[in-house]
């Protein structure tokens, strides 16, 4: 299963962006999907992710700013990000966990996108 991620960029501070990551692949179902990021010298941490039932999480520092919206029919999970500020500034990357077909068989997959820059700054 392969994560093709898109929307980052340069945004000023209080802007806003929406990042995007669609999943394709012998798919067989999603049961979550997410979006981590690592700034410069810190280690990865989870921002947002959500179920395929809806049921969503936030990392403290981006709750009320960030929304995870997810269209499962697309296998698509998108990143909301509002009132961006310079410590949002990282490479966002996405993950999904669920099955996939391999032959003939169901298995478990995690996959992860190649990864997008967000700077944010005056």
């Known amino acids: 299963v392969q994560l093709q991620a898109s929307g980052g960029g340069l945004m000023q501070p209080g802007g806003s962006l929406r990042l995007s990551c669609a999943a394709s692949?012998?798919?067989?179902?999603?049961?979550?999907m997410g979006w981590y990021r690592q700034a410069p010298g810190k280690q990865r941490e989870l921002v947002a992710a959500?179920?395929?039932?809806?049921?969503?999480n936030y990392a403290d520092s981006v709750k009320g700013r960030f929304t995870i919206p997810r269209d499962n029919a697309k296998n698509t999970v998108y990143l909301q990000m509002n009132s961006l500020k310079p410590e949002d500034t990282a490479v966002y990357y996405c993950?999904?966990?669920?099955?996939?077909?391999?032959?003939?068989?169901?298995?478990?997959?995690?996959?992860w996108g190649q990864g997008t820059l967000v700077t944010v700054s005056s």
């Open positions: 993950n999904a966990r669920g099955s996939s077909w391999y032959g003939y068989q169901i298995q478990d997959f995690g996959s």
């Open positions: 692949g012998s798919i067989f179902s999603i049961n979550a």
């Open positions: 959500i179920t395929s039932g809806g049921s969503a």
